[in-house]
Structure formats: C-alpha cells, structure tokens
C-alpha cells in the first residue's frame, strides 16, 4: 500500500522521526508504507487515497462504539461548544468519576491524560505507598512508554531486567524483575528472595500486547497471594481489557482484586484519557492528600470527560458485549476451519471481542511462545487483507478488536478474504 497522490508519507518524514507520531503506526513489522486516514463510520475507515477498509483496529481498542458514533460525537461537540479546557475542576469530571468508581468496583480515581501516564502514576504511587522500589513486570506485557515500563528480561530472573529502549538507563532497568508471563514459580521464587524491596508486581490480566495471551487458570489468584505474602502493591494494567469484555474491569469480572487499577483508552471515547483507580488506603497516597506527586494540566479534559462519560453510559444501558463475542468467535471459528483445511500453520486466538490470528500450530502462554510464531508469514496475511479492503494492526504481537459496529456481514467478508489469503 503505498501513500496516495500527496505523499503524505514522503512528507510526514521530513517532519515527524520515521513520519510517525507512534511507531506502531509505522509499518516495520509487515512493510510498506503506512496508511493516511481522512474518517472514519462505524466500522469502516476512508483513506486519503480514496479506499474504504473494514477496520478490525478500532483506534487500539478505544472505538468499541466504532468510529463517530453519534451520541458520542453530539457530546464532544456539546462540551466543546462550553469551552475545551479550564484547568479549574468541572462538575462533569465529578460525575465521571463516580460513575468510573462504580462501574468498575473502585474506590477512588485520579484522571490522566493515557495509558503511559496511568501506569507511570500507578508504579509511583505503589513505591511511594510501600517505600520500597523494585518491581515485578512480564516479559511481553506492554505498560506504555515511561522508563521504568520499558525494560526487557535480562539474563537472570533474578538479576533484574535490560533497557527496551535507548535512553533508558541501567539502573532503571535493575529494578525491574521481568519473569515470563504465566510463570507463577518464577514470581514466588522472586518474593521469597527479594519480597521484602518489591513495591509491586504489575501486569495486564489479560495480555494484548505480545498478541492475545490469556492468564493460567490460578495465576491471577497466585499473584494476589504473593502480594500480599510479601506487602507488595498488586496492579492491573486495564487499558485494553477495562469496560473491553463487559461494563467494568475485568478484574469484576475475574474476582481477583487488585490494589490498583489502569485504565485508558475506551473510558476516553476515542479521546485522550487514562485513569488510574483501586483501594482508598493506597490512593490517598496521591498529593495534595499525599507524599506521591502526580499532576496534569489537561487532566479531566471537559470534552474528552464528555465522550467517556456518553461511552459508558451507552456500554451500561446498550451493553454490546454478547453480540461482539459472538460475532469474534464466528471470526476465529471460520478462520481457522480454512487454515486447518489449508495445512496453514495459523490460529486466531480469541477472547471475547479481542482476537490475533497467532502464524503458529501451538497455542501461545508467553512472550518466548510469541516470538516464535512465524512474522512473515503474518506480514503477508496483512497485507492480504489490506488489498482484501480489511485493515488490521500491523504486527503479529497485537490484538484485534471487533466492535459495536460490526455486523454478521463484516465478518463474511474478514473470513472470506482470510481464507483467500492464506499465504
Ligand atoms: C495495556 C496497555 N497499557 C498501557 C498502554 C499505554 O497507553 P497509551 O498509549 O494511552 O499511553 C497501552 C497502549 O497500548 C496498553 O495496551
């Protein structure tokens, strides 16, 4: 797919590092060029090219309303007709964040501006709460981009982690324990040697960032008992799974309580929002109440309160989660009855309406199961798809999203373009 008459691309690289504003945008893990966007209805978006795709993206999870939903739209434009910032409390953030405390089973809240924020914040609070700074993250769980998150595993389980990224530093990195995601004995063996310096042990409940990972049956249960064996702050990283599988958190739904909770993406509406929320006790840690400094000069945003408050209102009294399982599940289903019939060595993992087409015969529990899947393979699936009019994220370490928009006849046309282009 190359860009279209303007160059946008050609143009965006002599201004923006790589032509980008996030490297996932770019198109290193499949090649080509990446894609300009002009708008987006419902499930489909329109490229500055003039091509209609069917988008199985959805903006990395935020649009589970689909694009431009009406309701949510007629709220921006309705608060932004009142003013787009004042930096000076709103009764509307109020308000959301009540409904945000009940719907997801949380005490108190402080709103951020992403999911990086969410999480840089949830890890500052969980150190400064225990006085203590090591941490526990898995290899492959993705927390955003703050330096702390981007650390890799190292060559010992126990000699803590390697920078992700330059510009990270070593002793950054060496706080951070990074076990393999599922390993409960790896994380056990971790506290029993080191619990009494761990702040916390974080993690997505559900992994969407190495492709979709489910958790072992008891691990989440196990990491609860850790925590609390050694003190340390318990934090789930719900910025994909929260209100994603129901009208709350999954940890509601999973009946493992965590400390903390992170949240982002589909509380925003397609705005820029994160939220960082759990137990009174460990919140109150936050200034002006507590030691832990946080602040944001957006944060509470009018108008991107306004589209969170419209989604979840939607999401509670519309709920669309059984028919977006449903429709996911008859994705994965057809596709992978035409890749066994093909002897194509491809599975589409599925969880509710979160699904990755994994290029591998076994199923995938770990970051190390992930990196072996074949990402050639998925590259040429992708930019199948992509002549097919189907667009997904541009990488095998990602999950798709069926959203409120997509009906029976999308998914005909993802399957029947899928078995096509089996490569
Ligand atoms: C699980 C998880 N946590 C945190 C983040 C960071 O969120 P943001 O991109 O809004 O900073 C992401 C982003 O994809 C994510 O998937």
Redesign the pocket.
Known sequence: MTAGSNNWFERAKRVIPGGVNSPVRAFNAVGGDPLYVVSGAGARIHTEAGRELLDFCGS??PLVLGHSHPAVIDAIKQAADKGTSFGINTPREVEFAERLCEMAGIEKVRLVN??????MTAVRLARGATGRSKIIKFAG?????SDGLLVAAGSGLMTGGVTSSAGVSDAVAAEVFVPEYNDLDAVIAIVEAHGDELAAIIL?PIA??MGLVLPDAGFLEGLRAAADRCGAILIF?E??TGFRLGPTTYASQCGVSPDLI?L??IIGGGLPI?AVGGRAAVMDHLAPLGEVYQAGTLSGNPVAVAAGLTTLHLLASEPPYARMAALAARLADETNAAAQAAGIPLHVAVKESLFTPFFSDSPIHNYTDAKGCDTKRHAAFFHAMLDAGIYLPPSQFEVGFVNAAHTDVDIDQFVSAATAGLP
């Open positions: 990395w999870g992403s999911g990086t924020e969410a999480t769980c993705y927390h955003g981009h997505e969407a960032n990283d910025v994909i992170c982002g993406k994160g």
